[in-house]
């Protein structure tokens, strides 16, 4: 039968089929098999086993417990044949071998539940009962973690299952049997946060906190769900937390930035920004925030120079070229400003704002007929802006085109009718016009000529 197997696969078949004769009751037939493996591999550690718990069946102690100690000869880190013969001895009540076995084992598996019960009924049966119960206690303490890491796992088929309400109970209920099991924390947070209970998740990361007080990630996570929720403050405290544990991940300080320029503190901010840009100088957007921060504080050269360092890094960004753009136009540079402007908008055609920008640098140079082209272009991205017509009303009326900038402004008040500018600016063309009556009417009665 087993005449094509090696001798390890063979021995190993016969003692499976020992085994199964074992739980069978037929002993006989379980000690035959048994004793054919021993000829295959003599003193093959499973087979040693085997006939341990053969012999112990049979009542055979002592035959037992030398074929136990033979598997542990072969094989000394077996920490259930040590418990095996710890058993025995206790059976004949020889108490010492016994703790001995039992402890030896805990030292190899310290999570043998059942060594520990065994140990707690020695104890007892010596009179100690306060270490009976600490031993008691133990194995309900590694039985509860065991059921609670099948929970979770539970938990987890069920979240992949998309049956999220069901996980999220086998998680509370893991958390029940064992409160230190962060991994149960962790799972039932993402599950929390994946639902919009975001309340519920803080809680959980609070008490990841505490379970892992040096696991950087959780203050992470943790950080951005108070952003999210509007508390910025609790965010800055647990996102300096996160970079205290680990200086080198830059999102916590990019988080920790944002939060600061969020918040007007501009100088700490700035710190955060450029402790960053000088780490991790590949992350655009600190550019751009930098250069918002100094053109704020009014640093128009600093502003400059900053973006043309994020052009650098990242040379096909249109915000950085529109960026650069109105930092130019504040310096009045119209000529590099329009440069900038345009390269904005060849990398991104459709964003009404580049044109609308690029048509006023146009307009502060005289360039009228180009400012026109851009204003339309802006308008046909974006017909519903009010501002968009106004402005380019002002070009017509600096034209002395006043039929087009009239038209102009009857469509800003149709789109925004209390724009009270564009019925003034109307009013100054009837005056250009000398149609007097219409003027006062359009500026003092906000009544349009038609």
């Known amino acids: 039968m087993y005449s094509n197997l090696t001798p390890e696969m063979s021995a190993f078949s016969l003692c499976q089929e ?5 739980k069978a009751e037929k002993l006989d037939e379980a000690y035959l098999a048994c004793e054919k493996a021993l000829e295959i591999l003599p ?49 004949q009540k020889n108490w010492q071998p016994a703790i001995a076995c039992y402890e030896k084992a805990i030292e190899l598996q310290p999570n043998l539940a ?47 299952e998309g ?40 809680d959980c990361y609070q008490s990841l906190i505490e379970l892992l007080p040096k696991n950087w990630l959780i203050p992470h996570k943790l950080g951005k769900i108070f952003r ?24 916590s300080q990019k988080h920790l930035a944002d939060i600061l ?28 925030k930098i250069g918002e921060i100094f053109i704020k504080q009014g640093e128009i050269n600093q502003a400059v120079f900053v973006y043309r360092r994020g052009l650098k890094v990242n040379p096909n960004l249109a915000r950085f070229h529109y960026k650069l753009g109105e930092a130019l136009s504040k310096q009045q540079k119209w000529c590099a400003a329009i440069k900038a402007y345009h390269q904005a908008i060849e990398l991104k055609a459709d964003n009404y704002l580049f044109h609308f920008k690029l048509a006023n640098a146009l307009q502060n140079i005289g360039k009228l007929d180009e400012a026109i082209i851009s204003y339309e272009t802006a308008i046909e991205i974006n017909s519903k802006s009010c501002w968009l017509y106004a402005s380019l009303g002002q070009v017509y009326i600096q034209q002395k085109n006043w039929s087009y900038a009239v038209e102009c402004f009857r469509q800003a008040i149709q789109i925004k009718p209390d724009y009270d500018k564009a019925y003034q600016k109307i009013a100054y063309i009837f005056e250009q016009l000398g149609d007097y009556e219409a003027a006062e009417k359009c500026r003092n009665k906000q009544e349009l000529p038609y």
């Open 261 to 288: 320029y969020e918040q007007g503190k501009l100088n700490r901010a700035l710190t955060c920004y450029q402790k960053l840009m000088k780490s991790h100088p590949n992350i655009w957007d600190t550019y751009c």
């Open 114 to 160: 059942g060594t520990y019960r065994n140990l707690s009924r020695i104890c007892q049966q010596l009179g100690d009962l306060s270490l009976a119960k600490k031993y008691w206690l133990k194995a309900q303490k590694i039985e509860s973690e065991k059921t609670a890491l099948e929970k979770v796992n539970q938990g987890n088929i069920l979240s992949d």
């Open 228 to 251: 999210e929720t509007g508390k910025l403050n609790d965010a800055v405290e647990t996102f300096e937390l996160a970079i205290e544990l680990n200086p080198k991940f830059p999102w």
């Open 18 to 22: 020992a085994e199964s004769y074992l």
């Open 43 to 91: 003193f093959y550690p499973l087979a040693c086993k085997s006939m341990g718990n053969i012999l112990q069946v049979m009542g055979k102690l002592d035959e037992a417990i030398n074929w136990y100690a033979q598997a542990i000869i072969q094989q000394p880190n077996w920490a259930e044949a040590y418990t095996n013969i710890g058993s025995l001895y206790a059976k």
């Open 163 to 202: 049956k999220t309400e069901d996980a999220i109970s086998y998680y509370r209920e893991a958390i029940e049997l064992n409160p230190s099991l962060s991994e149960a924390y962790s799972k039932l947070a993402e599950v929390l946060v994946s639902q919009g209970k975001l309340k519920d998740a803080i």
